[in-house]
């Protein structure tokens, strides 16, 4: 921080424009602590940020996960076998929850509603596809137990979804391939939804520098430019709530969420 605001007065800089996720916005905080005047927009493709309906970043997102499951089902069809997609979006389930509906998935697993492996093996034998993707068992462990056995999963699984399909071999013995999107998801051209957005909390950005507010973040709220004080939300996940309609509208079409 200290660096950060030497540079600040060294380039005799009016104001920043910080862009990023939450830990960018934490540190847009931190130095709107200092004194220095910032503003705050929120890009992500998690779609996790407090205070703003919708990042840029998260429906260009969503649109490349989709496309890897639209890619899979050919597979996954001709030779009958179960594909586990496992999607970015670190601790908060929008992008695999978005990505899951449009592609078609049967099952989608997501933070906020941990899984019974029993109900996932259940709906794949019925139906004869998740990074931070955690058990009900899990659910229940302190944070100080769960980290302790991320670490040591990690030094047998590269990450929950090889986990997962380890304990589907077992119940089912069926052969269960994975396919892990990566760093593509967060690549690419942006699509047309992002790039109007983006521009429209630019330009709220600006209009926002004009009228000489600062420690904001410029958010979306029910469609309409928001400016959002920092201090009320940096440092929040906004996470996918098991009620949220979406999750509703998916288990309505019958997708399981392992529940």
């Known amino acids: 921080v200290e660096a950060m605001k030497q540079t600040y007065y060294k380039l005799c800089l009016d104001c920043l424009v910080i862009l990023g996720g939450n830990g960018t916005q934490k540190t847009a905080n931190l130095l709107r602590e200092e ?106 462990l302190s944070k100080k137990d769960y980290k302790k056995k991320l670490e040591d999963r990690a030094k047998k699984y590269p990450s929950v979804s090889y986990e997962i399909a380890d304990k589907i071999t077992q119940k089912l013995g069926s052969e269960v391939r994975i396919t892990v999107p990566g760093h593509t998801q967060r690549g690419g051209a942006p699509c047309a939804y992002d790039r109007v957005l983006s521009t429209r909390i630019g330009a709220g950005a600006a209009e926002a520098i004009l009228d000489g507010e600062y420690g904001i973040m410029i958010g979306i709220v029910n469609g309409k430019i928001k400016r959002v004080p920092l201090e009320e939300c940096a440092g929040k996940l906004k996470m996918v709530s098991p009620k949220d309609q979406t999750v509703k ?10 529940d």
């Open 35 to 140: 004194g220095l005047n910032i503003i705050h927009l929120p890009k992500t493709i998690d779609n996790d940020i407090w205070g703003t309906d919708m990042t840029f970043g998260f429906q260009s997102a969503v649109n490349i996960a989709t496309n890897a499951i639209d890619c899979i089902h050919t597979t996954a069809a001709s030779h009958g076998r179960v594909f586990i997609v496992e999607v970015m979006g670190h601790k908060v389930g929008s992008l695999t929850l978005h990505a899951g509906i449009a592609g078609g998935a049967d099952i989608i697993l997501i933070p906020e509603i941990p899984y019974d492996i029993e109900k996932v093996v259940a709906a794949i034998q019925k139906r004869s596809k998740a990074e931070g993707a955690i058990s009900k068992e899990d659910a229940l």
């Open 249 to 258: 509208a998916a288990k309505q079409i019958g997708i399981s969420f392992g």
